[in-house]
């Protein structure tokens, strides 16, 4: 059975940068893409972008410029950095797995992140 | 953007009940839809993709229809476990969802 977890810290300052990473286990790397997700009360859920097993990249628009997702397929997984971050980044943040492109069949449980100073 | 907008944003019905959730799409986006199922605390799990595939493991209670700018999600008999909110997704450019369905119990 396929599992993701994330890791991460739980609260970061305004203007730094957020750095999370998921742990792949059960399954291998190759074939996917990997996103990563994040969800709040007011937006949603809301797509930030995902890594393929190739290396390729795709981000959502709204985010690319602060956005940088990459992948450690040694270690089986993959990263999320967000920069200057600002409480409407305070969000439940999930990593997933994508079946074809953005199929998301497989999920981590979710890691809460608050930006706060 | 693709604006996605989901209908109702909440569902009153019974155990035994036929539901149908819609999602519209503000431009065609083929069949490039998948359903999720949302419970408290817990990631969404995937139902239905590419508009009318179920994910394995899905009771077949639950069906995708639709293509282009209108689909429907079904749930042919409700029950006990299927109280939860619906999310639909569209990933024709970028992922975007739809707002939620709560589907609650009459």
């Known amino acids: 059975q396929v599992q993701l977890q994330e890791s991460g810290p739980g609260l970061v300052k305004p203007s730094e940068t957020l750095s999370l990473t998921c742990t792949v286990s059960?399954?291998?790397?190759?074939?996917?893409?990997w996103s990563w997700i994040r969800q709040t009360p007011g937006k949603g859920l809301e797509w930030i972008g995902h890594?393929?097993?190739?290396?390729?990249?795709k981000y959502n628009p709204s985010l690319r410029s602060r956005i940088t997702i990459s992948l450690d397929t040694s270690k089986s997984q993959f990263s999320l950095r967000v920069s200057s971050l600002t409480a409407a980044d305070t969000a439940l943040y999930y990593c997933?797995?994508?079946?074809?492109?953005?199929?998301?069949?497989?999920w981590g449980q979710g890691t809460l992140v608050s930006v706060s100073s | 953007d693709i604006q996605m907008t989901q209908s109702p944003s909440t569902l009153s019905a019974s155990v035994g009940d036929r539901v149908t959730i819609t999602c519209r799409a503000s431009?065609?986006?083929?069949?490039?839809l998948a359903w999720y199922q949302q419970k408290p605390g817990k990631a969404p799990k995937l139902l239905i993709y590419?508009?009318?595939t179920s994910q394995s493991g899905v009771p077949s209670r639950f069906s995708g229809s639709g293509s282009g700018t209108e689909f429907t999600l079904t749930i042919s008999s409700l029950q006990p476990d299927d109280f939860a909110t619906y999310y639909c997704?569209?990933?024709?450019?970028?992922?975007?969802f739809g707002q939620g369905t709560r589907l609650e119990i009459k």
């Open positions: 890594v393929h097993y190739t290396g390729r990249t």
């Open positions: 997704q569209q990933y024709s450019t970028y992922s975007i």
């Open positions: 997933a797995r994508g079946l074809n492109a953005d199929e998301f069949d497989f």
């Open positions: 059960g399954d291998s790397i190759s074939g996917y893409y």
């Open positions: 431009q065609s986006i083929g069949t490039w």
């Open positions: 590419k508009a009318l």
